[in-house]
């Protein structure tokens, strides 16, 4: 990196250019080793700590992990109840983060357009301010939110209203909404404003514009926020713990039913372990969880690349 | 040599147009006639509000923050022949119902105020007044969806749509380089084949009225003459009005040039005027 100018320097400029280039040059070396050692120690730190986690969970990973004793099919079916295994636990987060995505999705994206192609600064100014302020409760509020909320149904309309899946997904869709709205409205206004105007200037309406050519162009940020949206919801743990989870729920009866969740699981676990075995299928949960989301945001980004094969045009054939 | 604003027949005729952005105006007091047919080539000073003065004509200045337009912007009704495209695709009659609401730009019934709280639904206005852009803008798709989109959104679902994608493209000069690679990237293209493309957008929606700001400004020689004829084609059933920074572009395409200079139009320069050294020079030191 220690490029000299490639151009002649004029000749007429001062001599003074050999101190006054020396400084910034020693000064794009910090900042170049500094941006190196940053990234460098973002990824051991990703690296020892899943490097860690597989050298405790592999040796779990297993049939015996997932169902216990009970035979695979049966328990998928639903047919057999596992008592020692964490397929509930996977299949209840699977529905939570699932559940939760739904009712997330149109809400948040629909803001997100809202705030970035339709509102007023006064309304912007708002209801802007309303998602910083939802984005900052914590997860545990959340949670105490949606027990309160219960609390409330049964001594009014609904006596025998009880926790359960919906309610845990609608909190976790509460809780992740903020971040959906805001890379939403991002991927939006990151646009040219060129774009808008050449949709106007072919007599496109503001509604075609939006939706036909701004939102397919945003679609990656969107989708970017739609996944941060999933890994957090399957991660969180606090919210649940309020709203219905528990460790022996078996397969999710429904969406009025207890559940079991990974995190849940791997809390429970780590907290309440008796001998070295229980805690070894607790690993194996955590890197049953990681593989979980992780497998997620792949298919968020093979859905993505499709998306925008079809959008911008085949890119393969080059 | 003074400026003629008023036409007899006018296609379009602008009467003390002003446009401002935050208070201070980028064109004052302008007004000019456009004849039904015919390239009027606007030649004047960078920053002298050619462009504000074209998006005027399409309410494009609208889309940005403290614009205010004041004035009066009346269309007439089209005398089209109604032979339409240089393709011989018949342009559609007045009447052909927009996204919102029938057209009633250019209708039967006299002149229409663009300005006016009874003008035109603003989108079909747009689609009938087509303008290229002095930058190309080719929207982030495919080059068949650039073209096929904002016709499928203006138009609805058309059964003759490809065939028309390849008339367009084949009247620009761009068939031949882009008939290979129809679902590319219209952003892969080069500069020039962009604002071809572009060229195209604009034609294939079948616009009454062309505004062309610089549209060879990054086209070789061979192509510019190209796009020159085919706008001398365009111009022949349809009120053109080209901004240009050649002089040489100006004589040979325009039926009349007019010097825009401070925000409004001053004097006009027809190709007899033009003729001599002492047009030419007359036109020179209008545009110091
Ligand atoms: N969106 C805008 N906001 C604020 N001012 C603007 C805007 N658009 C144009 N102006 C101002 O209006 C004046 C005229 O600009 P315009 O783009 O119409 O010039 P032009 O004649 O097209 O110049 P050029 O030949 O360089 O394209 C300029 O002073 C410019 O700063
Ligand atoms: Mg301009």
């Keep these: ?318 | 040599m003074e400026l003629n604003i008023r036409d007899p027949e006018p296609g379009l005729r602008v009467t003390g147009l002003r446009v401002s952005f935050h208070g201070r105006p980028a064109v004052e007091d302008a007004s000019l006639d456009l004849p039904r047919t015919g390239v009027t080539v606007l030649l004047g000073r960078s920053g002298s509000g050619k462009t504000t003065f074209l998006r005027a004509l399409n309410r494009l200045n609208e889309c940005f923050p403290g614009c205010e337009t004041t004035g009066s912007i009346l269309l007439y009704p089209g005398g089209r022949g109604g032979e339409g495209l240089a393709d011989g695709t018949p342009t559609t009659p007045c009447g052909v119902p927009g996204p919102d609401g029938p057209c009633d730009v250019l209708g039967p019934s006299g002149p229409c105020d663009v300005l006016g709280p009874s003008g035109p639904a603003l989108t079909e206005l747009r689609r009938r007044v087509g303008m290229v852009f002095q930058t190309p803008n080719v929207l982030p798709m495919s080059i068949r969806r650039n073209l096929l989109l904002p016709l499928e959104l203006v138009r609805g679902q058309l059964p003759d749509a490809p065939a028309r994608m390849q008339a367009v493209l084949t009247d620009v000069g761009l068939w031949d380089d882009v008939r290979q690679r129809l679902d590319r990237p219209a952003a892969q293209l080069s500069g020039g084949q962009q604002q071809r493309l572009c060229l195209a957008r604009m034609l294939i929606l079948q616009p009454d009225i062309l505004l062309l700001d610089e549209p060879t400004a990054s086209l070789d020689a061979a192509t510019t003459r190209d796009v020159e004829h085919l706008v001398r084609r365009l111009a022949a059933d349809r009120p053109v009005l080209m901004v240009s920074h050649s002089l040489g572009q100006a004589l040979r395409l325009a039926d009349r040039v007019v010097i825009f200079a401070n925000g409004r139009p001053q004097r006009e320069f027809t190709p007899a005027d033009l003729g001599g050294d002492a047009g030419r020079d007359a036109l020179m030191q209008a545009l110091l």
């Design chain 1, 1 to 318: 990196m220690t490029g000299r100018p490639i151009s002649p320097e004029p000749r007429h400029l001062p001599d003074r250019r050999i101190p006054s280039g020396a400084r910034p040059r020693t000064r794009e070396h910090v900042l170049t080793v500094a941006a190196w050692l940053a990234a460098v120690l973002v990824v051991s730190v990703a690296a020892v700590g899943c490097a860690y986690l597989l050298w405790r969970g592999v040796p779990t990973l297993g049939r015996a992990l997932f169902f216990g004793d009970t035979p695979p099919l049966l328990a998928m079916a639903g047919l057999r109840p596992v008592w020692d295994g964490i397929w509930p636990a996977c299949a209840g987060s699977l529905y939570l983060v699932g559940l939760a995505t739904l009712l997330v999705l149109g809400p948040g994206v629909g803001c997100g357009i809202y705030l970035a192609e339709y509102a007023g600064p006064r309304a912007r100014r708002h209801l802007g301010l309303a998602v910083e302020l939802l984005a900052g409760v914590p997860s545990i509020v959340m949670g105490l939110f949606g027990f309160t909320l219960i609390l409330v149904l049964r001594r009014t309309f609904v006596p025998q209203a009880n926790t359960c899946l919906l309610l845990a997904a609608g909190c976790l869709a509460l809780l992740v909404l903020p971040p959906l709205v805001v890379s939403t409205r991002a991927a939006l206004e990151s646009l040219p404003h060129g774009l808008r105007l050449t949709g106007a200037a072919l007599g496109l309406t503001r509604e075609q514009i939006v939706f036909r050519v701004l939102l397919p162009e945003a679609g990656r940020g969107i989708l970017g926020g739609v996944m941060l949206a999933m890994g957090r919801a399957a991660e969180d743990t606090a919210v649940i713990l309020l709203t219905g989870v528990v460790a022996n729920a078996g397969l999710p009866a429904g969406l009025l039913a207890k559940f079991e969740a990974l995190p849940f699981t791997i809390y429970y676990t780590a907290a309440q372990y008796q001998t070295e075995d229980e805690l070894a299928r607790g690993f194996g949960a955590a890197l049953v969880l990681l593989a979980l989301s992780g497998s997620m945001m792949l298919g968020a980004g093979a859905l993505q690349r499709v998306m925008e094969r079809r959008h911008k045009g085949e890119d393969a054939w080059n």
